[in-house]
């Protein structure tokens, strides 16, 4: 049974900081894409960003490229999304997801919420 712990959510201003964390566990971790998504209140969920090939690859969503950077931790098999500049807009429940890394979800596209498996979501607020 694969297991996604999350940790890092809360609410901060404008202009400030914040890093997620998504321990793995179950499965083997550098064969896996990890992905972040966010669902903010009536809208649709969309991915942030995702890491895969060991660790060697990342994708962002236009609309976080050069504030958000994803990351792992090899050694703890955790996967990190630092979110720098943080605006209101980013404003969601943030979800950590995992899946074998194979040909499916490179078709589907690597940001897309086809995942199998998730971790619970963490809330990020962020207030003007």
């Known amino acids: 049974q694969v297991q996604l712990v999350e940790s890092g959510g809360g609410s901060v201003q404008a202009g400030e900081s914040l890093r997620l964390s998504c321990a793995v566990f179950g499965y083997i971790y550098s064969y896996n894409c990890v992905g972040w998504f966010r669902q903010a209140p009536g809208k649709e969920r969309e991915g942030v960003a995702a890491i895969y090939a060991g660790g060697d690859s990342t994708y962002y969503a236009d609309s976080v490229k050069g504030r958000f950077t994803i990351s792992q931790d090899n050694a703890k098999n955790t996967v990190y999304l630092q979110m720098n500049s943080l605006k209101p807009e980013d404003t969601a429940m943030y979800y950590c997801?995992?899946?074998?890394?194979?040909?499916?979800?490179?078709?589907?596209?690597?940001?897309?919420?086809?995942?199998?498996?998730w971790g619970q979501g963490t809330q990020v607020t962020v207030s003007s």
């Open positions: 997801a995992a899946d074998p890394c194979g040909t499916h979800l490179m078709l589907a596209g690597l940001l897309r919420p086809v995942y199998n498996y």
